[in-house]
């Protein structure tokens, strides 16, 4: 058996003993048909020319991989950039929405929903409703409305109609029950186009395979600059975990490669302000699909934290579960302070501003050990435009 | 013989079944709205396991599950108060609860629990039928729990007539495409489901719920099946009562008995 069928989903939604589908019935329908239909429509024809087509004229692909040279220096290894952040709307997340809204066109459906946390998702969501003119709802936490104000003002402006969740913790996985009430509540016409690789099968595995051509790029590009298509390491911060997901998939079985997913620690991971969910967590279910999910001992998910509303969330992805628990990734865990150092850093050595989502794994790199010929690749999954404000209120550079 | 299914077979009037949520409004109330709703005449009691995310249920019992573990509701907490509550109680009792509190707690351990209290029935809604076979059957079957499954108005034949293959005790019929207490009354779209599923003559005995809110809705559903469950109404009840006993027994009588009455004139 290779290596790869161990991390590739199997035909019951299963990565090793996580993921699978624990819906409600009323969802089963709406589940099901997507189930039955998204590989043979991913896998067709004019789906791949219109996704490859959209991704090049429309995101801006392939992005660059960059070799951050006082960067690497500072580290003492090649340091490569998979430069997410330059993709349109500011985030590797529009791969997967650009993808999903042609799964919704292949399916008919008329409506689109999503959920959203920092807005990120929510703004690829309704950038691509718009390109598509399909009318688009987003449930945010309430909370987070009040947080990330400009990217709620920037989906409106996209046409998109953008709806507090006020039940729960109103953050993140609040948003995502709302959205899964809505599709309960309106089957026949709505996808529901879920912004990580998290929720019911075959959600993960097919946001996975949509982000997946962020690996398939790294690997053409590393041959072509060092001639050899594989690192040493692959390093992405994980929240649900798309952008790891996308960054890992392509390196899943090739073990030389290691695969290191960073966490946000928040103001420690024993703090009890936190969202390192491997390090706290332990197996549930939510959102469909068993998984490691920080909780109470009673099973109450508990409310996670950290300073990267894209990190704030008690589980990861059913994927990260199966790599975590079969070893095949590491997971580190950087906290607040650490993270917006390294943003910092980043900004003044060579010139970008990062999302602190990826400032984390750019703070991981201080953590970890490199001999000077190591190759390393950094996902990074998104730009600080939207981090500004948090830039300025941590002040420190 | 499990009390779900002794209640099917012996009862020819529309059965009432009624959800609450253990733990609302007080911690200690469950015993007392259990037997409140006994002697009022409801005939199978559904306590709701608060959960922080029920995603299948509306505001209003969103709400009582917020409630209820502000107010230290666990599992743990519930087995407790239910234990002896066969000593005083007879009507069949089912847990409705998410599975991730459950699995917490522990399969093997809730399931004994169960038996030794005396449940009759589950309703896990976000329990597949692929995992409930391959992993809980017959853990269930061992402990005397009916597993009650949902079926909506989106549920294709083929999979009714599998869902009715699997069941036992009585399906439930989700009235519309919704979460709870979405939506009142019932609509000419809904008797059309209605109509179809009684026309399936599936073995098991069916419930509707989600809309049922009162007398009229409770024996119009009646006409479609062998009863109706009412959740949020209920809930709404006791979020406002000040004599939660009486407040239970008029909103009980004010379904039931004036159907019993036309039921005994018949």
């Avoid at chain 1, 490691?292 to 589980?315: C, F, N």
């Avoid at chain 2, 209820?68 to 005083?88: F, H, I, P, S, Y």
């Avoid at chain 2, 479609?224 to 009588?253: C, V």
Wanted: net charge negative; hydrophobic share 35%.
């Amino acid at each position: 058996m290779s290596s790869k069928a161990i991390f590739t989903v199997n035909e019951h939604g299963y990565y090793g003993n996580f993921g699978g589908s624990y819906i409600p019935e009323m969802l089963y329908p709406n589940v099901e048909e997507l189930r039955e239909k998204y590989l043979q429509i991913l896998n067709s024809a004019e789906f791949q020319k219109d996704y490859n087509h959209l991704l090049r004229d429309y995101v801006g692909r392939p992005t660059p991989l960059y070799l951050a040279n006082r960067l690497s220096e500072q580290l003492g290894a090649n340091i490569y950039l998979k430069r997410e952040d330059l993709c349109h709307t500011g985030a590797h997340k529009v791969n997967n929405t650009v993808g999903q809204i042609l799964m919704a066109k292949a399916l008919g459906k008329k409506k689109i929903i999503a959920e959203t946390g920092a807005g990120q998702h929510g703004v690829a969501t309704a950038t691509v409703c718009a390109l598509m003119g399909l009318e688009c709802i987003v449930y945010m936490g309430e909370i987070d409305t009040q947080r990330q104000r400009p990217n709620v003002e920037r989906m409106k402006l996209l046409g998109a109609e953008v709806r507090p969740a006020l039940s729960g913790s109103r953050t993140l996985k609040d948003a995502t029950n709302e959205a899964m009430r809505h599709w309960i509540n309106n089957p026949a016409d709505t996808h529901y186009i879920i912004g990580s690789v998290v929720g019911p099968h075959p959600y993960p595995d097919m946001v996975a395979r949509l982000q997946a051509v962020i690996s398939k790029e790294i690997r053409e590009q590393l041959k072509e600059k060092t001639g050899n298509e594989l690192p040493d390491y692959v390093v992405a911060c994980v929240g649900g975990g798309s952008n790891a997901a996308g960054a890992f998939y392509h390196y899943l079985d090739e073990p030389s490669v290691k695969l290191v997913a960073v966490e946000a620690a928040g103001k420690g991971v024993h703090s009890g302000e936190s969202a390192a969910t491997t390090a706290l967590g332990k197996p549930g279910i939510l959102h469909g699909s068993k998984t490691i999910l920080m909780q109470t001992e009673d099973g109450q998910v508990t409310e996670p934290y950290s300073i990267s509303a894209g990190l704030d969330y008690p589980g990861i992805g059913p994927f990260h579960a199966h790599l975590f628990d079969s070893k095949r990734a590491d997971f580190l865990a950087v906290t607040d302070e650490d993270a917006m150092q390294a943003g910092v850093n980043l900004s003044k050595t060579e010139g970008i501003i990062p999302a602190i989502e990826s400032a984390h794994a750019l703070s991981a790199l201080q953590q970890m050990k490199f001999k000077s010929d190591d190759v390393v690749v950094v996902n990074l999954s998104g730009r600080g435009d939207k981090d500004l404000e948090t830039y300025i209120k941590w002040g420190g550079y | 013989m499990n009390r779900i299914d002794q209640l099917f077979q012996q009862r020819t009037e529309p059965v009432l079944n009624i959800y609450f949520t253990a733990g609302f409004p007080k911690l200690d109330d469950t015993r007392t709205i259990l037997k409140s709703l006994q002697d009022s005449g409801a005939d199978l009691i559904e306590i709701g396991i608060p959960y922080s995310d029920p995603v299948a249920d509306g505001p209003t019992i969103q709400e009582s599950n917020t409630v209820a573990l502000k107010n230290g509701m666990t599992l743990k907490v519930l087995m407790n108060q239910l234990k002896g509550m066969r000593d005083e109680i007879n009507v069949p009792v089912v847990l409705m609860g998410y599975l991730n509190p459950i699995v917490q707690y522990g399969i093997e351990r809730f399931c004994k629990d169960c038996q030794e209290v005396g449940v009759d029935g589950l309703i896990l809604p976000d329990l597949p039928m692929y995992e409930y076979q391959t992993s809980y059957k017959q853990l269930f079957e061992q402990h005397g729990l009916n597993n009650i499954f949902l079926i909506s108005p989106q549920t294709s034949e083929a999979r009714i007539r599998e869902v009715d293959a699997n069941s036992k005790g009585f399906i439930y019929m989700v009235s519309s495409a919704s979460i709870t207490g979405a939506k009142k009354g019932i609509s000419e779209e809904q008797i059309g489901y209605f109509e179809r599923v009684q026309n399936m003559q599936l073995k098991t005995p069916r419930l509707i719920g989600f809309g049922i809110s009162d007398r009229e809705s409770f024996l119009q559903a009646s006409r479609y099946a062998q009863g109706a469950i009412i959740g949020s109404a209920f809930i709404n009840l006791l979020k406002g009562a000040d004599k939660p006993e009486q407040d239970i027994k008029d909103f009980i009588s004010s379904i039931k008995r004036p159907a019993a009455a036309s039921a005994a004139v018949k």
